[in-house]
């Protein structure tokens, strides 16, 4: 497996808030062919959150959408991200090492948005 990548040279946008509005803008700028995805989460969350009368599907897609942001406004972590999913989805070497990164991916991610 190759080295990891490192951040250098900063976010191509600032970490926007998180309200499903500004993540919106957020993916619309940094990966626009995510944008349906996004708008049907949000529209299966919102519909969840009035059936069950939680906001718990609505916090889902928050901690997804900002999570999924805070990588890919990152393009070296984002392409690192990419590159360890292709190895694991080919089969040809041991998985575990890649998953491992990814979760150190996810989690670094996640705890810089803040949740």
């Known amino acids: 497996?190759?080295?990891?990548?490192s951040d250098e040279?900063?976010?191509l946008i600032p970490m926007p808030e998180l309200t499903p509005a500004a993540l919106r803008e957020a993916v619309a700028k940094i990966?626009?062919?995510r944008v349906?995805?996004?708008?049907?989460?949000l529209f299966e969350a919102t519909t969840s959150a009035q059936q069950a009368q939680s906001l718990a599907p609505l916090r889902a897609f928050?901690?997804?959408?900002a999570v999924f942001v805070e990588i890919e406004r990152h393009p070296r972590r984002a392409a690192r991200l990419h590159a360890l999913e292709r190895l694991?989805?080919?089969?040809v070497e041991d998985p575990g090492p890649a998953?491992?990164?990814?979760q150190q991916i996810l989690d670094k991610a996640e705890a810089e948005t803040g949740l």
Request: charged letters at 5%.
């Open 36 to 41: 349906p995805g996004l708008t049907q989460h």
């Open 88 to 91: 694991v989805q080919e089969g």
């Open 62 to 65: 928050i901690h997804s959408w």
């Open 1 to 5: 497996m190759s080295t990891p990548i």
């Open 31 to 33: 990966a626009p062919s």
């Open 99 to 102: 998953l491992v990164e990814i």
């Open 9 to 11: 040279g900063g976010p």
